[in-house]
C-alpha cells in the first residue's frame, strides 16, 4: 500500500516561492507506469489539478499557472517537490501530492475526480500572506 506524506511551511509571504515535498513509502517513485501529482483546493473551491512527474521523469504541468510551477524529484529519497514562484493570496489552498496511472486530459480542462488518483496524502494547509 503506497503512502504519500506531504510536508512544507504552512506560511508564505506574497512574491515568494513556495516549496512542498512529498515522501512516498510502500512503492517506488519510479515504478512503471505510475505518476506522482500535485494537486490544490482553495477555500470554497474544487480540485486544481497543478502538475504531475512521471515514472520517467517527465513533467506535466497545467498552462493556466503561467510558468510559475516547476516538480522535481529525489530518487535517492523517494520524493518529489513542487516549487510555485510568485506566489499571491490566490494560491492559498490545501496541497496534496497524489499517485495515478496515468494523466489525465481532463485535468488540464479543470476536471479533477479523487477517484482518477490511486492514493492520496492527507493534505497540507498554505496560507499565502503578508
Known amino acids: 500500500q503506497v503512502q504519500l506524506q506531504e510536508s512544507g511551511p504552512g506560511l508564505v509571504k506574497p512574491s515568494q516561492t513556495l516549496s512542498l515535498t512529498c515522501t512516498v513509502s510502500g512503492g517506488s517513485i519510479t515504478t512503471n507506469l505510475h505518476y506522482w501529482n500535485w494537486i490544490r483546493q482553495p477555500p470554497g473551491k474544487g480540485l486544481e489539478w497543478m502538475g504531475a512527474?512521471?515514472?520517467?521523469?517527465?513533467?506535466y504541468y497545467i498552462p493556466s499557472l503561467n510558468g510559475r510551477t516547476s516538480i522535481s524529484r529525489d530518487t535517492s529519497k523517494n520524493q518529489f517537490t513542487l516549487q510555485l514562484s510568485s506566489v499571491t493570496p490566490e494560491d492559498t489552498a490545501v496541497y496534496y501530492c497524489?499517485?495515478?496511472?496515468?494523466?489525465?486530459?481532463?485535468?488540464?480542462?479543470?476536471?479533477?475526480?479523487?477517484?482518477?488518483?490511486?492514493?492520496w496524502g492527507q493534505g497540507t494547509q498554505v496560507t499565502v500572506s503578508s
Open positions: 497524489a499517485r495515478s496511472n496515468y494523466v489525465g486530459s481532463g485535468w488540464y480542462k479543470g476536471i479533477v475526480r479523487t477517484e482518477d488518483f490511486a492514493s
Open positions: 512527474i512521471a515514472y520517467s521523469g517527465n513533467t
